[in-house]
């Protein structure tokens, strides 16, 4: 099975009160991400992730954005 593309969708610009505007994470949110190993780990970091983005705003760009991420590697969007 091919690994979980990180939520990461390049943008990569820390506005928000240190938040990403493209994908909400924070530094430490993005490393922590590079950290988990197993699938149901960075499954559960995507729901979090979401919700985090809908209790914030302005985030409905991500899912899109992270959807082609998948499929350009291959891997069904968990999310």
């Not at 099975?1 to 994908?23: A, E, L, Q, T, Y």
């Not at 430490?28 to 970091?45: C, G, N, R, V, Y």
């Amino acid at each position: 099975m091919s690994k979980i593309p990180s939520p990461c969708i390049d943008v990569c610009k820390f506005k928000r009160d240190g938040h990403c505007i493209g994908c909400s994470m924070t530094k430490a949110q993005k490393s922590m991400f590079k950290k988990l190993k197993k699938e149901t780990h960075q499954k559960a970091f995507l729901d979090l992730l979401v919700h985090q983005q809908n209790d914030m705003g302005k985030y409905r760009h991500w899912i899109e954005a992270y959807r082609k991420r998948c499929d350009k590697k291959g891997v069904k969007a968990p999310v």
